[in-house]
């Protein structure tokens, strides 16, 4: 018995377009250099001045943890800033995620708006939304949580309404058939099952605004990258090291703290479904 093999399965086929897609990919790499005038030789002519800069960081100026007081201030308020930027803004994401998703919105208009209102606020980078908060309430860590808060909101409610639209259906019908209200069948039926994904997704937004809250200080928000850019700004670049070491000191730990607390509340369900 004779077997038809279709010619795009046959092994000689398949080498063959895939030596045409890796091909492909490699023009189009080529190109996209020769488009942007990138040469990666000038990566190695002027390596020089990467050594130079590197000889003038070293030793870090570790003297400053300890005669500088306002440094550990400043960590404070990134810590800050990314803990309200989280809270507040997956509040209000976890809100409107309710009405982007298809299976808890209370009409398909309301779900296209919110949508929509969403997609065009991911569109804003956050260096604009900055500029124009620093316009509005000033120089601070309060323009630095608003742009957290803002970006939370944006990125985090589709992942939220991706989540709710995941929910078992016959577990939400079980529940109506019960005579239950929607607010009490997101309750019962959508929340126990989507909280798991909320509070994965919330550490992972503190672990994001952690990192962004430092080059919005940079910019004018405050805290630890506001340190590092007046160092930076004067030429100091044993204190930029210093205050480098100690950023990353401080990212590593509190990655280990909320990998800890999170891994505590998903491997107990009662945490956070009550």
């Known amino acids: 018995m004779n077997i038809e093999v279709p010619a795009g399965a046959l092994p000689s086929r398949k080498f063959r377009m895939t030596i045409l897609y890796l091909a492909a990919t490699a023009a189009a790499i080529c190109l996209l250099f020769t488009y942007l005038d990138m040469s990666p030789s000038s990566f190695v002519v002027d390596f020089r001045f990467i050594v130079d800069l590197v000889q003038q960081m070293f030793p870090p100026n570790i003297a400053l943890f300890w005669t500088k007081k306002t440094i550990f201030l400043s960590l404070i308020d990134t810590l800050s800033m990314a803990f309200l930027g989280t809270v507040c803004g997956g509040g209000i994401a976890l809100f409107l995620a ?53 970006g939370s909101v944006g990125m985090y409610s589709k992942f939220f309404a991706d989540s709710i639209e995941q929910a078992d259906k016959n577990t939400m019908e079980s529940v109506e058939s019960l005579g239950s209200t929607r607010l009490q069948t997101i309750r019962y039926a959508v929340l126990p099952q989507v909280m798991p994904s909320f509070v994965a997704n919330l550490f992972y937004a503190f672990d994001y605004n952690l990192r962004a809250a430092i080059p919005l200080g940079v910019f004018g928000g405050g805290g630890i990258g506001f340190e590092l850019a007046f160092a930076n700004g004067l030429l100091h670049y044993k204190d930029v090291l210093a205050y480098t070491i100690l950023i990353v000191v401080m990212i590593t730990a509190m990655e280990r703290i909320s990998d800890w607390v999170r891994r505590s509340i998903i491997t107990q369900p009662q945490l956070i479904t009550k």
């Open 98 to 150: 309710f009405f982007a998703a298809t299976n808890t919105t209370p009409h398909p208009l309301v779900r296209l708006a919110v949508r929509t209102l969403l997609a065009m606020e991911r569109s804003i980078p956050q260096l604009i939304v900055i500029l124009v908060l620093l316009i509005t309430v000033g120089i601070g860590p309060f323009a630095g949580v608003l742009t957290l808060v803002i």
